[in-house]
């Protein structure tokens, strides 16, 4: 009797065996069909074509198992299958690894965004006057810093707040980055701007509120200049990612991405800082990622113990928010830092063991 157990095992071992090497082999089918689909600019999901297969399956089933169990076991298969088909597609995207497995390097003004070490970018929230600009300019100068942003056009939450000084601020904007040798970043919020900015900017910057504003991120794509892409305040890593895609897709792959926090339902900061995005941006795709530490945490106190956290898990720099008195800005008052905060805030910084600047 338990001869016959054994052998009754065996085959039991053999038919595992056997389905195993029939799904897999199920699985290579289904992946040369993804590439092929891809190929041809199909969507992967064909609900018709599943909904065949099943019938078909069940046309033949003569049990033990019945036809709902054969139906759930089969979509399990099929499910698997698609997700396959899935993770090769995000592999294939351009801004991908898997496409190209060097970091990408940005180059403003000789400061190498993605090279490894950690760059900071200051700046005013917007520009407001050429003196305040300029104030902070002189500040981020003499730290032997290159990076300098501010705010010309202003997507504010209410219609009523200050909106920018617009095409002014961006001519401030390029008087100071040469006057001072600062590459500048300012952020843009329609398409019809972008080729202006490109006389006046050193990047691009596309900001939280318009990420998946798909007509800017194509008119970004179509220029050649460095392009900061904020996260949405809503979007997914993946979703984050695809929107880099569309500027990529268009041609233009000099692309720094921005992680500014996301909104869940702690209010104790006014985001949430997604600290963890930043090594899986990094791990997924090529391109250099900064951490807005202002935007994000919305609060001063936090500023600094969030930069040192970013530049620990592998941030390629820093982003925050520098005004010569916050107390009277035009917006953000609450998290700008004032130049004493700024000094502080920089020699904190640099004294922390893991961080070279
Ligand atoms: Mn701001």
Not at 77 to 95: S, T, Y
Not at 158 to 181: A, R, V
Not at 298 to 318: C, E, Q, S, Y
Request: charged share 25%; hydrophobic share 40%.
């Amino acid at each position: 009797m338990s001869k016959d157990l054994d052998q009754l095992r065996n085959r039991v071992d053999e038919l595992n065996l056997q389905l195993l090497s029939l799904i897999n082999e199920r699985a290579r089918l289904v992946q040369e069909i993804g590439k092929a689909k891809e190929t041809q600019g199909v969507y992967r999901y064909d609900p018709v074509r599943e909904r065949k297969m099943l019938d078909h399956i069940k046309e033949y089933n003569d049990g033990p198992f019945e036809n709902s169990t054969i139906e759930h076991m089969f979509k399990e298969i099929f499910k698997a299958g698609l997700e396959l088909q899935e993770d090769d597609h995000r592999k294939a995207l351009l801004v991908s690894r898997k496409k190209k497995p060097e970091n990408t390097i940005i180059n403003l003004k000789g400061e190498k965004i993605g090279d490894g070490k950690p760059h900071l970018v200051f700046g005013p929230c917007a520009v407001e006057s050429y003196e305040q600009v300029a104030t902070v300019a002189d500040a981020v100068k003499a730290k032997g810093l290159k990076l300098l942003r501010g705010g010309a056009f202003k997507p504010r939450t209410s219609p009523y707040d200050f909106q920018g000084l617009g095409l002014e601020g961006l001519k401030i904007l390029k008087q100071i980055g040469d006057e001072f040798d600062l590459a500048v970043i300012s952020e843009i919020v329609s398409p019809a701007d972008i080729e202006i900015a490109v006389d006046y900017l050193d990047v691009i910057q596309i900001g939280a509120r318009n990420m998946q504003n798909f007509e800017l991120l194509k008119a970004a794509g179509a220029i050649n200049k460095p392009v900061l892409l904020k996260r949405g305040l809503a979007a997914t890593i993946e979703e984050f990612i695809n929107a880099a895609e569309y500027i990529m897709a268009q041609g233009n792959g000099q692309i720094i991405l921005c992680e500014r926090g996301i909104r869940t339902y702690e209010r104790a900061t006014r985001n949430t800082l997604d600290i963890t995005a930043v090594p899986i941006l990094k791990q997924e795709t090529h391109l250099p990622v900064l951490v807005d530490v202002t935007h994000s945490t919305g609060r001063r106190d936090l500023l600094l113990p969030a930069a040192k956290a970013a530049l620990a898990i592998g941030a390629d720099g820093v982003m925050a928010e520098v005004h010569p008195d916050p107390a009277v800005a035009l917006s953000d008052n609450a998290q700008q830092m004032n130049l004493k905060q700024f000094d502080e805030f920089m020699k904190e910084l640099q004294s922390s063991s893991f961080v070279t600047i």
